[in-house]
């Protein structure tokens, strides 16, 4: 089984920023694709950002130039630095990690973190 804790997340005024950071932990032999997503309230879970094993990035169009994503393969983590939020940046934001459990598995499988919530006011 693998566990991907969320943190960082929080109520801020707009323009200001906030840091997520998510680690994941148990039966991992490698880590292929990390991201983040986010739900707003009566909305579909989106992709917010993605970044490969090799560091390549994938934003949003809506988050691009404010949100950077980054991750540490040593600590498998993965972290969203938010700046300029915005109210419509409002939403629980959830950690994905795209795992290879052993290094004879054929498939890789996805898990979730519990989602943090971000709160953004006017």
């Known amino acids: 089984q693998v566990q991907l804790v969320e943190s960082g997340g929080g109520l801020v005024q707009a323009g200001g920023s906030l840091r997520l950071s998510c680690a994941a932990s148990?039966?991992?032999?490698?880590?292929?694709?990390m991201g983040w997503y986010r739900q707003a309230p009566g909305k579909q879970r989106e992709p917010v950002a993605t970044i490969t094993s090799g560091g390549r990035e994938n934003y949003v169009d809506s988050v691009k130039g404010r949100f950077t994503i980054s991750r540490d393969n040593a600590k498998k983590a993965v972290y969203l630095q938010m700046n300029s939020l915005k109210p419509e940046d409002t939403a629980i934001y959830y950690c994905?990690?795209?795992?290879?459990?052993?290094?004879?598995?054929?498939?890789?499988?996805?898990?979730w973190g519990q989602g943090t919530q971000v709160t953004v006011s006017s």
């Open positions: 994905y990690a795209a795992v290879r459990p052993r290094s004879n598995s054929p498939y890789e499988y996805d898990y």
């Open positions: 148990g039966i991992i032999f490698s880590i292929n694709a």
